[in-house]
């Protein structure tokens, strides 16, 4: 069966790198957060024993997110795999077993979708006879609505629907404050990470607040997550 899996399905990780990462979204300067997730991504993908990809934006072509995104999944297909499992980089939360959960539901026929609390999705498993170029990329990527207007899109070209449980993505200060809550989820070596990080823009975060401005506008360019205001 794991040679089955291996030989038809393949994961990309659809990621920046974490320099790229620190330059957009800004996190005290500090490239340190963007390459753990990086490396957790990485980690928990090799531990499946399935091929992967990782395109960062080195290898990502396109003007917009979802041009980069379909783009990105079409070339996996045209390696002549059956199945993708998309994921970014940014959910702590993830782990191996939900790529292994996910490769058994594509091989049970179902399409899998990894609700983000934010709206969007942290993962996305899919075979290549429901992938249509067109209509995928004209979803509403990055914005809230993402996660159920995919769904609905599926379920319109008759696909069921497997959906994993729901993770937090990191795309501003306020969603590390969010995942300091969930601490059972979460390794201490991220919860030390986390502290730093909050110790270096909790004050920038209170100062929006109480200015009611968006100090926080971050433009993601992971697997669909909305832009966040903090």
């Given at each position: ?198 110790g270096q823009t909790i004050a920038f975060f209170e100062a929006g607040q109480t200015a009611k401005k968006n100090i926080f506008l971050f433009i993601p360019f992971n697997k669909g997550s909305p832009v966040s205001f903090a």
């Open positions: 069966m794991i040679q089955k899996l291996v030989q038809d399905t393949a994961i990309l990780i659809f990621a920046n790198s974490a320099n790229k990462d620190s330059h957009i979204k800004k996190f005290g300067g500090d490239a340190s957060l963007f390459d753990a997730l990086n490396q957790h991504s990485l980690k928990i993908v090799k531990a499946t024993g399935l091929p992967y990809f990782h395109f960062t934006e080195k290898e990502q072509r396109g003007a917009t997110f979802g041009e980069r995104f379909t783009n990105a999944i079409k070339s996996i297909y045209n390696k002549g795999f059956l199945n993708i499992i998309a994921i970014g980089n940014d959910s702590p939360q993830l782990k191996t077993q939900h790529l292994l959960e996910t490769c058994q539901q594509l091989q049970k026929g179902k399409t899998v979708l990894g609700p983000a609390v934010d709206g969007g999705f942290y993962l996305l498993g899919l075979h290549c006879s429901n992938f249509h170029q067109d209509t995928f990329e004209a979803l509403p990527w990055q914005a809230t609505s993402l996660f159920n207007t995919t769904r609905y899109y599926f379920e319109s070209l008759g696909c069921t629907i497997f959906s994993l449980n729901r993770l937090i993505d990191i795309d501003s200060a306020s969603d590390i404050k969010r995942l300091s809550n969930h601490t059972r989820t979460l390794v201490g070596e991220w919860l030390s990470l986390f502290s730093k990080l909050m």
